[in-house]
């Protein structure tokens, strides 16, 4: 009776597979397009569904959320492993932020759902920002570890500041270089 076990769970039939994917698909394009806050009503409109099939599927705009940008939690998630064995801990986990920061900007308005997730355990898309937390902490650990970064720097308020200089980034379209500048404070920063 769980979803991440499958247990007591039934597949989805042909048809609601093919309208959860489409959903998926078209909310992709439309975030990318307008930002996190398009209208779910135009999302199942596009998708050809209507917006009780989307709530079916995805019960909040967090869930849906969660759910299109899990292929891209896991792809920073296998980044971030990567990077675990990296020569230059501080460095490595500084790639690791630009990462995120980078696949925040891709979506309007996802630093900012991503930060009021953050307090909210409850959120759908805390699903997406454990697994985060815990990649960043393992990488924090290491740098910390080499001597490279303060022992007060904790990886929630990391995640936090990515996400302001994603917010900021994103606020700022005429100035792409504010992420880098302002990723290269929070590294000085690191180093106390």
């Known amino acids: 009776m769980d979803g991440k076990t499958g247990v007591g769970v039934r597949p989805l039939r042909a048809d ?3 309208n959860h994917d489409r959903l998926l698909a078209v909310a992709r394009t439309a975030f990318a397009e307008r930002g996190t806050d398009t209208s779910l009503e135009d999302v199942a409109r596009r998708a050809g569904v209507g917006i009780g099939t989307l709530y079916r599927h995805f019960p909040t705009r967090h869930a849906l959320l969660s759910a ?18 990296a020569e230059q801990p501080c460095t490595a ?21 991503l930060m009021s997730a953050s307090v909210d355990a409850s959120s759908a898309l805390a699903r997406c920002s454990e697994p985060m937390r815990e990649a960043g902490d393992a990488l924090l650990v290491r740098a910390r570890e080499a001597g490279s970064v303060r022992a007060d720097v904790t990886i929630a308020d990391l ?33 106390g």
């Not at 630009?98 to 900007?105: L, S």
């Open 68 to 85: 299109v940008f899990q292929s891209e939690v896991d792809v920073l998630l296998d980044r971030s492993r990567e990077l675990l064995d």
């Open 159 to 191: 995640m936090q500041l990515t996400n302001a200089i994603a917010l900021a980034a994103e606020q700022s379209p005429d100035d792409p270089e504010l992420a880098d500048r302002l990723l290269a404070l929070t590294y000085r920063g690191l180093k």
């Open 93 to 113: 986990l500084i790639e690791w932020l630009r990462a995120i920061i980078t696949h925040a900007g891709v979506y309007r308005g996802l630093a900012r759902a």
């Open 16 to 18: 609601a597979r093919r």
